[in-house]
């Protein structure tokens, strides 16, 4: 009969200790998505815009110019690196919305 009630006891602790995390994670969340997603049309626009003008800079100046120490595949890996912190910047919003 001791061992019930104090499995019952922890079983309390237990539920307690989750909804406490719970509410300090939605305390934490929800402020964060809501600066992410308020600042997400700039970040999209300005990573996209880097991205687009790196791939037309490295594309102009690999057809126009003949320098062999122009940095052709570094633009390009910077464009894509854009593209690549975009997707992060929106798994990271999709991971504090909660889906």
């Known amino acids: ?12 602790i237990e539920r307690a200790s989750r909804t406490v995390l719970l509410i300090l994670w939605q305390l934490i969340r929800l402020p964060v998505l809501a600066f992410l997603v308020i600042l997400e049309p700039l970040v999209s626009f300005f990573l996209s815009a880097c991205a687009l003008i790196g791939v037309l800079c490295a594309l102009f100046f690999k057809l126009t110019s003949n320098r062999p120490d122009f940095p052709f595949w570094g633009m390009l890996a910077g464009s894509l690196g854009c593209v690549a912190l975009l997707a992060v910047y929106h798994g990271v919003i999709r991971l504090f919305s909660g889906r």
């Not at 009969?1 to 309390?12: C, D, K, L, Q």
């Open 1 to 12: 009969m001791n061992s019930i009630s104090e499995s019952t006891g922890i079983g309390r």
